[in-house]
């Protein structure tokens, strides 16, 4: 026959899990005329008021049990819970029902779960519904009873080892006493080996925790020394690798910064590894498994992955990511425009619109000096002739750009203050055109690179594209037309190094993150000099966040994701790649950058060469229209 008590307990959990409420009626509050103070009640009731205050309860009990625990819990707390009967699993131990739903929480889940057999809350917490409907990070107390090995039973398993904040309340039976004291144990976490698991963090005697101390520590903000695992590969500038160390190379790189900076704040042995599989960040298998990294995180073979993983969805269906520590675009490498000839340094030193304003003042101004000692001529009657004539005037109004002296200078002082004005203006623009050809004459000149994605298009590069065909993919999905013209001329490279080198063969246009294509250009296409022979364009698209994987349901993600977000608000990540490019480039060149200092060559002086040619034919032409037309039959 079932009892009273039982019944109001099966009627409970039925009630809660068909309820659209999460919480059974706020009736159920403490009673002042309760069990004594040394009964499981009591503990519970202390453990929530002291830890567990906000929380989401939840009473799971075994339905094998003839004690009255789960209705007195249910009387002395004064907070509302759900309640759950466990079943008896086809081992011999204890499950959750089918179809049950344990509702989770948003500020916190705790479990308060009851059974004196410790072999089947051991069997519970193995169990696909235990791993699956509870929160990893909840609070577990597991009351069971006096069996000594009850909190190794329960807690030192795989599955509680990833689960920080567990008690075990086991009762110590005394001989010659009716009650009995409480042993209170917890377990540690990621430590040696060789160390205990479990460990007695109280005991409830007299009413009262003693000695008093916290039950719920964080336990994953110091992990006193115990090792942790790091699966990663050469990707630079995340992942680059040095030579130096026990084994003659060692990886630095922006994520191995990081994963140094969580190992010191974390107080972690870091021990970093390659894909057990020699893969890179590895792809889903027919049979439904991972390869490369990410498969060692699903199979918990190490405890975090690093090698500028994107955090997307195709990841976190697998593995979960820390927060974002650096933002990176999809951007194209092309390659730089060939060199202009030297001899047009001749009109670099000024822009197109200041040749054009220079040629109109020159075709304005000439004329006005002739009009002006024409009228002063006519009016004052005080200029000389040689100063009249339009051909002295022309020679005049251009002699001035060219330093010519003038062999006779205007007498009115009307064309006087003209003229001082006008060889003013011709002063300015030759000294700065000197000054400014010298520079033009020393350096190579070049085009403006491809910097839009409307350049690209435009430009006749035969294609471009990235390693495989997910880019393709994403540009054709794209909403932009301007986006979704490249995947016409999209072919794919076996890897990033194939596609760089076409790239500087003007074969190829390689998209890849910008960090990537910065890092690689600083490291190969990089002279001594400083000057770069691969150019990264400024429109970039794609934007993917960087983050570090790691198992599922992996307890130190909310530590981790502190430290990482104290490195990002201290700019360490930008200042990290900062330093990697500037070793890099020491490295690609061997040497410390310098200047130029080479002596002008034939080929700087082109534009000499060419005027000097240009005078030579017309000095001929003038020559053969002499001796043609005769000295008297000009003009």
Known sequence: MVSPSRMLLVVMSVWVQHSTSQYLPGTLLMSHAGPGRDTVPFIAQYLVHSY????????????????????????????????????????????????????????????IILSQDPAGLGSLVRSEGFQTLLDYLGRFIFVTGS?????????????????????????????????????????????????????????????????????????????????????????????????????????????????????????????????????????????????????????????????NLFIHIHYLEVVDMTVSYDMEFGCFIT????????WMALVYPFSSQVWWLALVFLVVGTPLLYLTSRLTQYVL????????????????????????????????????????????YGLLITVVYRSSLTAFLTIPLSQDPINTLQQLVGSSLPAWGATGLTFKKMLEENPDPMVQQLALRYQPVSGAEEGILLTAQRKYAMMENRQFLEYMIATNYTNKYGEETLHVMRECFLPFRIGMAMPKKAP?????????????????????????????????????????????????????????GLGWVVSLVMFVLEVVLGPDRRG
């Open 52 to 111: 567990l205050e906000g929380c989401g309860l939840t009473l799971l009990y075994d339905e094998r049990d003839n004690s009255k625990d789960a209705e007195e819990i249910l009387r002395q707390v004064d907070q509302p819970m759900t309640v759950f009967a466990l079943e008896d699993s086809p081992d011999g131990g204890l499950e959750l029902a089918n179809r049950t739903e344990i509702p989770l929480f948003n500020t916190c889940s705790a479990y």
């Open 147 to 307: 069996l000594a090995r009850s909190p190794e039973i329960i807690l030192d398993n795989e599955i509680m080892a990833w689960r920080p904040h567990a008690l075990v309340v086991r009762k110590v039976i005394k001989t010659g006493e009716a009650g009995g004291d409480y042993e209170v144990w917890s377990h540690h976490m990621f430590r040696e080996e060789d160390e205990e698991t479990v460990y007695l963090a109280g005991r409830w005697r007299r009413g009262h925790m003693q000695p008093p101390t916290q039950l719920f520590p964080d336990k994953l903000d110091n992990f006193h020394g115990g090792e942790l695992r790091a699966v990663t590969f050469e990707h630079a500038p995340s992942i680059v690798e040095v030579p130096g160390g026990s084994q003659g190379h060692h990886y630095d790189g922006i994520d191995i910064r990081l994963l140094y900076i969580l190992s010191e704040a974390l107080n972690f042995k870091l021990k970093i590894v390659n894909p057990s599989d020699g893969g890179k960040w590895g792809s889903p298998m027919v049979n439904g498994s991972w390869s490369g990294l990410t498969g060692d995180l699903t199979q918990r073979h190490a405890h975090m992955g690093v090698a």
């Open 335 to 342: 390659p730089l425009p060939e060199q202009l000839p030297q």
């Open 381 to 424: 009657h005080d200029e000389t002739p040689w100063a009249t004539t339009l051909d002295h005037n022309l020679f005049y109004g251009t002699g001035i750009f060219f330093g010519v002296g003038m062999p006779q200078v205007p007498q009115s002082d009307v064309t006087r203050s003209y003229f001082i004005m006008w060889v003013w």
């Open 556 to 612: 130190y993600k909310p530590n981790f994701d502190k430290i990482v977000t104290r490195v990002v608000e201290a700019g360490l990540v930008r200042k990290w790649f900062s330093d990697i490019l500037f070793m890099s480039r020491k490295r690609g060149s061997g040497e410390a950058q310098e200047s130029r200092s080479d002596a002008l060559t034939i080929d700087n002086l082109q534009g000499a060469w060419l005027l000097l």
